[in-house]
């Protein structure tokens, strides 16, 4: 049972344009929703998260908007640029007590940024 | 570089032989998690230490146990090593339990 979904498992993107990733949850527990950059051999590179008590939240070129009604969230990047090209995981936790930091991961889209 | 270290970097091992993976948190971070990603089941949180102390399980084998120290390094020991249990282990690290979490590069094990 998938609690996080990442629909598209690629996006290709001409430089300059906008880059939507999107995500679905199911968990109506979910309180805390992140997205995280993976590149090749690395480890996820922390990107910008948002709390259920707000939809939206930006960080320069990075936009994350959330529709709790819709359990929908998505990821804006404007311009998008070469050096995004990566896999980009949503992730969702709940703030309950016995959760700790438990984060339930989507299973990423591969965004490449063409020149 | 998040700050985070793990060790080894790669491993390859038997079927039936037992691992242990090491994770150095960032100077300061309290709170240890470990998670696996398999090619067909992606990033799955396994466990979560806080302080030393167990805060949370998720779909952790019986054949997988893991600890953190004093110094608040943590563990995480694989036996009975299947092929199924090849896979990347990542770390991550936080100060606290409602903070974000820093991965490491992982650890990638390959059971043969």
């Known amino acids: 049972d998938q609690q996080v979904k990442q629909n598209s498992p690629s996006l290709s993107v001409q430089e300059g344009r906008i880059s939507i990733l999107n995500c679905d949850y199911t968990?109506?527990?979910?309180?805390?929703f992140l997205w995280y950059k993976k590149y090749p051999a690395e480890g996820p590179t922390f990107l910008i998260s948002i709390s259920s008590i707000k939809d939206k939240n930006e960080d320069g070129r990075f936009t994350v908007f959330l529709n709790k009604s819709a359990k929908h969230l998505s990821l804006h990047i404007v311009p998008s640029q070469p050096g995004d090209s990566a896999v980009y995981f949503c992730a969702a936790r709940t703030s309950l007590r016995n959760a700790g930091n438990m984060l339930t991961f989507g299973g990423g889209t591969r965004l490449m940024v063409k020149p | 570089d998040s700050g985070v270290t793990q060790t080894p970097k790669h491993l390859i091992t038997a079927t039936g032989q037992r691992v242990t993976l090491r994770c150095s948190p960032r100077s300061g971070d309290l709170s240890v998690y470990w998670y696996q990603q398999s090619l067909d089941q992606g990033l799955q949180f396994l466990i979560h230490?806080?302080?030393?102390?167990?805060?949370a399980k998720g779909n952790i084998l019986e054949r997988f146990s893991a600890q953190q120290f004093p110094d608040l390094h943590s563990e995480l020991n694989l036996s009975s090593l299947e092929l199924g249990d090849s896979a990347l282990y990542f770390c991550a690290s936080s100060p606290n339990p409602n903070t974000e979490a820093f991965f490491g590069q992982g650890t990638r094990l390959t059971v043969v």
């Open positions: 968990n109506s527990m979910f309180d805390y």
């Open positions: 230490y806080y302080n030393g102390e167990e805060r």
